[in-house]
Every structure is written in structure tokens, then in C-alpha cells.
């Protein structure tokens, strides 16, 4: 059952993402294209119209922006995937949960393209690979389990209440500027830092621009409270999706 | 057929809300239904629209659990013979032929197997390979049909889907189906088409309002249900 499950995970996602990839022309170009044309947006206002945030403010501001990126769509994505799939869900006898995992991984994958060209526009820019590209591992894992905790919660929620929908994307674009996506925790003035500090994703950013522009390794231990977090926010919100299983094969699409 | 229960069903209700709004009132498609399913059976399901065969069927699936009564399921897979299950347009024949057996419950290497068996049954030739969008819908049916024969639960769940395609297609399909239910499966069947389960079925349970009326052998359920089918229209 666990192996049949897995394989189903697996192909979906492959389909998921081969479908996209057919519904345009340029089909695969689109996901290096289209980061890089937003990479593109941002150094022409940051750099050259607003010359702000000095020399390391671009590429801590594509940092940011990347990630929160990835971590945005797994959370959105993964969030309306019970929802979308109720004509499936009152068709087959499935585990609720395979539908996010599925836009999960398939966001996941895309992610590891824009991630490319993230790393190449550093390269250029002067931020060199480093031994500490090692830590990203930990931390890929911890940010993914965040947004999978947070995505099962709101993939539990939306089909129950769709009405939640219309609030996400202003609540995320909250969480975003509390979360040092758009600034460095380290310009930000005590006690605020330290406040900003206790919320897991701001700690990841901090880890990642440490990582890629200054190959210092991730302070372990908060980068362990985060995972702490993570995990926790992962088991709760499949925990929810299961309790609220049998509801689903219920309710109208 | 042998006496082993594989499913049991006991005073089973389930309820719908209408709408999605606060202070919604439930229905309840069933109210008080009880069959037992043994290995080897061919249970027919009849009854007048909105009786509620259709939630039977998912009942028994595992697709909806009950919100009153019992279900008894041994360590049997219940799968609805569900068509085009996870279609998705851009995808080739292939393709959502893989994915549509791993979502009836095959194995990857299962679904590998019987790949060329699919391409044939659904006669799509090099179509196979072309992504559905540009099927008809009578080629995305085939293969749809194509896709669903192959599965092969403890227990197969029949929603009324017997035959489907061109007429040509229909003869095969209904014979491809029928000889499934000839080999001994275990079968539930829920049809409009009183000869059909005359035909496939050994045992037939009657529901109406979401209650079981009556469950026995087929001659017997039948006339019994005749009975209060004349009954009714000539009240009306």
C-alpha cells in the first residue's frame, strides 16, 4: 500500500509537471525564463532606478525572493490541492494528503530550476560556490517541512471553507515582510531582531544568504529550532488532513 | 461462491449538506441500509432514482464513511469502476493510462505490463502516444474502458457503466465486462437496465428513500419490487 502510494506520488508529480511543461510553446524555458525575467524586474528597481540597499542588497533581495518564492507556492499550491481535486476525492478511495505532497514536490522541482539560475546570476555577481553550499541540504528539508506544515493546514481548511481563498494571498504577503524576505535580519535594530528572530522562516533566510553569499555555515542551532518548528507545523497540519478525511468525498466541488 | 463475508453493512446512514453555508441542514441519501457481501456473489442494486444506489457503491468502496450503522470490511480491496479517473488533457494515451491504473489501485509495473493489452482493447493505434486533448470523445472513452477492465479488485464496483463508445465499441466493452463478472468475481452491480442484472446477478438487494427494502434472490426481489412499481402507478 505505502510502496503503491509513493509510486502514485511520484507519477503525478511527473504528470503534473509534463502537463504544464505541454501547455506552452516554449514549455520548459518558461521556468528559467520566468524567474529570471523577475531576477530582471527587481535589479532594475533596486539597482539602477532606486540605488538602494547597497552593494549586497540585489542578490540578498534574490535570496529572499527565490525562496519565499518556493516556499509561497508549495504553501498556495499545496493549500488548494484537496479542494481542486474533489472530483477525484469522491471517485476514489485516496489518502487526502497524496494531493499537496503532489503540487509540493512539483513546485519543489521547479524551484530546483530558478534555484539554478539564482546561483549562476551569484556566480557572476561575485559570490563564489563555497564548502558551506553543504548546509543548504538541512535547510531545504527545514523550509520545505514548513511550508508542507502550513500547506496541509490550509489544504485541510480550503475545501471546507473556500471562503479562506480570498485571504491567503494578503496574509502571505504579510508573513512575507515579517519574515526578512525583502531585508536582512541583521540591519534590523534591537529588540525588533530579536523578535523577527523567533519566527523559523526569517531564521532560514538569514542561514541561506549566509550560505550563498558569504559561505559561513548556518548558526545549527537555530537553524534546529526552525527544523523543530517545521516538523511540528508538518505533523499538525497532516494530522488535520486526516481528521478531516472523511469529510471531503462529502462536499460539492 | 463460497460463505466468506468480505463486506457487511448494518443500519448504515449517510448524510449530505446541500450547500456550503453556516447552519446548513443535512439530507440523508442513506438512512438505514444493511447487506452482507460474500466472496463470489453478484449482488444487483435496484431501486428508483435518488434512492441512493450511486453512495451504496462508495459506501461499500470506502469512499464514504458512515455517519450511523456499521461497516464490516475484511482485508479485501473495493474498487468503483471508475472511467478516465485523473484524465488530464495535455498527457498522452500512455501516460494517463499509467496514471489512471495507479489511481484504481495497480502497481507501477502492474500498469507496465499491461500497457500493450491497453493500446490494443482501445484500438487507438498511434493515438496512444498523442496527448488525449486530441482525442474524441468516443477514442477518450475507449481508452478510459480500456484502463478500468484491467483492474481487478476482490471486489468490483459497477456504477451503471456497462458499455461505452461507438456501437461496435459498446458490443466489445459489454462483453469485456461481462466475462469479468463470469470469472467469479465478487460484483456489485447498480444498473437501470432490470435485464442486465437479471442476467449478471445472483442476488438482488432493493433500496428506496436510502432504506433497504428488501434483499434476496433475484426472482423474489424482483416481483416484489414489480409489485410496488404497479402499486404506485396505479395510485398515480
Known sequence: ?253 | MTNEVLVELRNVGVAFSAQRRLNDNQFWALEDVSVTLRRGERLGVIGRNGAGKSTLLRVIAGILAPDRGVVKRGPVSCQLLSLALGFTPHLSGRDNAVLSGLMLGLRRREITQRLPAIREFSELGDFFEQPIAAYSSGMTMRLAFSVAIQVEPDVLLIDEVLAVGDAEFQQKSGAALRARMGEGHTVVLVSHDESQIATLCDRVLWIEHGKSVLEGSRDDVFAAYHRDLHLVEAAA
Open chain 1, 1 to 253: 500500500m505505502r510502496q503503491h502510494l509513493i509510486e502514485l506520488i511520484l507519477f503525478s508529480t511527473y504528470a503534473e509537471l509534463r502537463a504544464e511543461r505541454s501547455r506552452s510553446y516554449l514549455g520548459l524555458i518558461w521556468w528559467v525564463l520566468d524567474p529570471a525575467m523577475q531576477m530582471a524586474v527587481w535589479w532594475l528597481l533596486v539597482d539602477v532606478i532606486l540605488h538602494a540597499g547597497g552593494p549586497d542588497y540585489l542578490p540578498s533581495l534574490l535570496i529572499g525572493v527565490t525562496l519565499w518564492q518556493w516556499m509561497k507556492s508549495c504553501m498556495i499550491h499545496g493549500g488548494y490541492a484537496i479542494w481542486s481535486n474533489l472530483a477525484l476525492v469522491r471517485q476514489v478511495r485516496l489518502p487526502p494528503l497524496v494531493f499537496p505532497i503532489v503540487a509540493m514536490l512539483s513546485d519543489t522541482v521547479k524551484f530546483f530550476y530558478i534555484f539554478a539560475v539564482l546561483l549562476v546570476i551569484l556566480w557572476i555577481c561575485g559570490y563564489p560556490p563555497n564548502l558551506a553550499y553543504f548546509g543548504l541540504l538541512p535547510l531545504f528539508v527545514a523550509m520545505f517541512l514548513l511550508s508542507a506544515g502550513i500547506g496541509f493546514v490550509l489544504a485541510a481548511l480550503v475545501p471546507l471553507l473556500p471562503d479562506l481563498r480570498f485571504v491567503i494571498e494578503q496574509v502571505l504577503t504579510v508573513v512575507m515582510y515579517l519574515s526578512g524576505v525583502v531585508f536582512m535580519l541583521s540591519n534590523v535594530p534591537s529588540p525588533l531582531r530579536e523578535i523577527l528572530a523567533l519566527n523559523p522562516i526569517a531564521v532560514v533566510m538569514d542561514a541561506a544568504r549566509g550560505i550563498l553569499m558569504h559561505g559561513l555555515w548556518p548558526n545549527w542551532v537555530g537553524l534546529t529550532k526552525a527544523s523543530l518548528i517545521s516538523i511540528a507545523a508538518c505533523a499538525i497540519g497532516a494530522w488535520v488532513v486526516t481528521r478531516f478525511a472523511s469529510r471531503y468525498p462529502k462536499l460539492a466541488a
